[in-house]
C-alpha cells in the first residue's frame, strides 16, 4: 500500500515570478538599470496605478512644488523603483563578495561603528529608499543583527528572501508577539536590529504623527524598544550610484528618545525625511503611505 503527500500546487504567477527573478540575477548592473529605465519610463507615460499614487503622494508631501517639477520628480522615482525590483534578484542570489563588489563609497561609517562600541543595543532604521536589501547585507558584515520578518504572499519566494538574510549572518524572528519579545530581549542584552520604519502598522501598533506634514500611522515599535532597552538609534541608506551603491550613515532626529510618545513619533518620521530629503528621487513614493487616516480627514487612494 502506497501514500502520497498532497502539496498545493504553486500558481502560475509565482512560478513566473520567480523565474524572472531568478533570470535577472543572471544580468550585468548595468543591464538591469537599464531595464528598469525602461520599464519605468512606460510606466510613467501609461500613467499606471503606481503613477498615480506616487502623484498623489508627492502632492501631499511637497504642495509647493510646481506640477512641473512634480511630473518631473514622479517619472525619476518610478524609473528608480523600478531599477530597485531589477536589481533585488541579484542581491538576493548572487554571492555576497559581488554585493560587496558594488559598495563604492561609505559616508560615515563611524555613526555605525560608534554605535556597535557603544554598551547599548542598536536600531538602525532604513527607510524605503535606494536600495535597502544592500544597506542590509553591508551592515550584517559587521554586526550580528535580529530583525523582524514578516512572511511574503509567495511561498516559493520565502527560501530565496530568507537565505539572502541570513547568509551575511543576520537572524530573522517572525513578526509577532513572540518574535518582539525576542527582539527586546536582544535589544536589552546589547544586540543590533535594523527597522524598516516607514510601514505601516497594524492599528494596535502605531499611533498618527506627521511625515511632510501629512497625518501618517506611524509604528510605535521604535519607540517601544528604545524606551523599555535604553538603545541607541541611528539611520542609514543605500544610495543608487553608477556602477553600484554609496552607503551613507546619518543620526537620527535628537527629539527620537524623548519621553513623550508623540514626540518620538514625529521625530522618528523627521529622520526618515531627513535621509528621503537627500536623494527623493530614490524613496518608494509608489507606497500608500497615507491610506490610513485618523476619523475625519478625507480617504487618500480613491
Same mark, same amino acid.
Given at each position: 500500500?502506497?501514500?502520497?503527500?498532497?502539496?498545493?500546487?504553486?500558481?502560475?504567477?509565482?512560478?513566473?515570478?520567480?523565474?524572472?527573478?531568478?533570470?535577472?540575477?543572471?544580468?550585468?548592473?548595468?543591464?538591469?538599470?537599464?531595464?528598469?529605465?525602461?520599464?519605468?519610463?512606460?510606466?510613467?507615460?501609461?500613467?499606471?496605478?503606481?503613477?498615480?499614487?506616487?502623484?498623489?503622494?508627492?502632492?501631499?508631501?511637497?504642495?509647493?512644488?510646481?506640477?512641473?517639477?512634480?511630473?518631473?520628480?514622479?517619472?525619476?522615482?518610478?524609473?528608480?523603483?523600478?531599477?530597485?525590483?531589477?536589481?533585488?534578484?541579484?542581491?538576493?542570489?548572487?554571492?555576497?563578495?559581488?554585493?560587496?563588489?558594488?559598495?563604492?563609497?561609505?559616508?560615515?561609517?563611524?555613526?555605525?561603528?560608534?554605535? /556597535? *562600541?557603544? #554598551?547599548?543595543?542598536?536600531?538602525? +532604521? =532604513?527607510?524605503?529608499?535606494?536600495?535597502? !536589501?544592500?544597506?542590509?547585507?553591508?551592515?550584517?558584515?559587521?554586526?550580528?543583527?535580529?530583525?523582524?520578518?514578516?512572511?511574503?504572499?509567495?511561498?516559493?519566494?520565502?527560501?530565496?528572501?530568507?537565505?539572502?538574510?541570513?547568509?551575511?549572518?543576520?537572524?530573522?524572528?517572525?513578526?509577532?508577539?513572540?518574535?518582539?519579545?525576542?527582539?527586546?530581549?536582544?535589544?536589552?542584552?546589547?544586540?543590533?536590529?535594523?527597522?524598516?520604519?516607514?510601514?505601516?502598522?497594524?492599528?494596535?501598533?502605531?499611533?498618527?504623527?506627521?511625515?511632510?506634514?501629512?497625518?501618517?500611522?506611524?509604528?510605535?515599535?521604535?519607540?517601544?524598544?528604545?524606551?523599555?532597552?535604553?538603545?541607541?538609534?541611528?539611520?542609514?541608506?543605500?544610495?543608487?550610484?553608477?556602477?553600484?551603491?554609496?552607503?551613507?550613515?546619518?543620526?537620527?532626529?535628537?527629539? /527620537? *528618545?524623548? #519621553?513623550?510618545?508623540?514626540?518620538? +513619533? =514625529?521625530?522618528?518620521?523627521?529622520?526618515? !525625511?531627513?535621509?528621503?530629503?537627500?536623494?527623493?528621487?530614490?524613496?518608494?513614493?509608489?507606497?500608500?503611505?497615507?491610506?490610513?487616516?485618523?476619523?475625519?480627514?478625507?480617504?487618500?487612494?480613491?
Amino acid at each position: 500500500m502506497s501514500s502520497t503527500t498532497d502539496s498545493k500546487p504553486i500558481p502560475f504567477k509565482e512560478k513566473v515570478a520567480v523565474g524572472l527573478l531568478k533570470a535577472s540575477a543572471c544580468l550585468p548592473l548595468s543591464v538591469s538599470r537599464a531595464l528598469g529605465l525602461a520599464i519605468g519610463q512606460m510606466a510613467y507615460w501609461a500613467k499606471s496605478k503606481m503613477y498615480l499614487v506616487t502623484d498623489e503622494n508627492l502632492s501631499l508631501c511637497f504642495p509647493q512644488m510646481s506640477i512641473k517639477e512634480r511630473h518631473a520628480l514622479v517619472r525619476k522615482s518610478l524609473i528608480q523603483t523600478c531599477q530597485t525590483m531589477m536589481e533585488t534578484g541579484a542581491i538576493w542570489l548572487r554571492d555576497y563578495r559581488w554585493v560587496r563588489s558594488k559598495i563604492r563609497q561609505v559616508h560615515d561609517h563611524s555613526i555605525l561603528q560608534d554605535a /556597535i *562600541d557603544g #554598551d547599548r543595543g542598536v536600531i538602525l +532604521l =532604513a527607510p524605503h529608499l535606494g536600495s535597502w !536589501e544592500a544597506l542590509g547585507l553591508y551592515v550584517a558584515e559587521f554586526v550580528e543583527m535580529t530583525c523582524l520578518y514578516k512572511p511574503q504572499g509567495m511561498t516559493s519566494l520565502e527560501p530565496i528572501i530568507r537565505n539572502s538574510r541570513e547568509r551575511a549572518g543576520a537572524k530573522v524572528v517572525p513578526t509577532n508577539r513572540r518574535g518582539v519579545v525576542a527582539l527586546l530581549k536582544v535589544m536589552k542584552s546589547g544586540g543590533f536590529t535594523a527597522i524598516l520604519p516607514d510601514q505601516i502598522p497594524d492599528a494596535s501598533g502605531g499611533e498618527f504623527a506627521p511625515f511632510y506634514g501629512v497625518p501618517s500611522l506611524t509604528m510605535t515599535l521604535v519607540n517601544n524598544l528604545r524606551s523599555r532597552s535604553g538603545c541607541v538609534v541611528i539611520a542609514a541608506y543605500a544610495e543608487r550610484v553608477p556602477g553600484g551603491f554609496d552607503i551613507r550613515f546619518k543620526r537620527a532626529d535628537e527629539n /527620537i *528618545d524623548s #519621553d513623550d510618545e508623540t514626540e518620538a +513619533l =514625529a521625530a522618528l518620521n523627521r529622520t526618515v !525625511e531627513s535621509c528621503v530629503n537627500d536623494i527623493p528621487e530614490q524613496y518608494q513614493w509608489e507606497y500608500k503611505r497615507f491610506r490610513k487616516q485618523p476619523e475625519g480627514f478625507p480617504k487618500r487612494y480613491k
